[in-house]
């Protein structure tokens, strides 16, 4: 069993900027693809970024192409999501989650451990 425990998220002014971090508790961190997706009140839950195994691809939703950047860190089971130019319709609680496959995909039903996510709220 992967733990996973985001954290990074809080309040912030449109434009502005997070980091958010995601830590594995154990497990072979970097032979599976990472993603973060994110879920707002009312709205299902939305691919936002992932990464492969090695690092070497990466993968956006058009909504945050440009502005965020999704990287990891396999010597300390960590994966990153750094936020810029934040809108107010960024805000929701991003969940962290490790794929089934090396590279990723875009959907949720290929990732089998979450985080228990964290709220990003961004103001106008």
């Known amino acids: 069993q992967v733990q996973l425990v985001e954290s990074g998220g809080g309040l912030v002014q449109a434009g502005g900027s997070l980091r958010l971090s995601c830590a594995a508790s154990r497990g072979t961190f970097s032979s599976y693809g990472m993603g973060w997706f994110r879920q707002a009140p009312g709205k299902e839950r939305e691919f936002v970024a992932r990464i492969s195994s090695k690092g070497g691809n990466t993968y956006y939703t058009d909504s945050v192409k440009g502005r965020f950047t999704i990287s990891r860190d396999n010597a300390k089971n960590t994966v990153y999501l750094q936020m810029n130019s934040l809108k107010p319709e960024d805000a929701a609680v991003y969940y962290c989650?490790?794929?089934?496959?090396?590279?990723?995909?875009?959907?949720?039903?290929?990732?089998?451990?979450w985080g228990q996510g964290t709220q990003v709220t961004v103001s106008s």
């Open positions: 989650a490790v794929s089934i496959y090396s590279i990723g995909t875009n959907y949720p039903r290929d990732y089998h451990y």
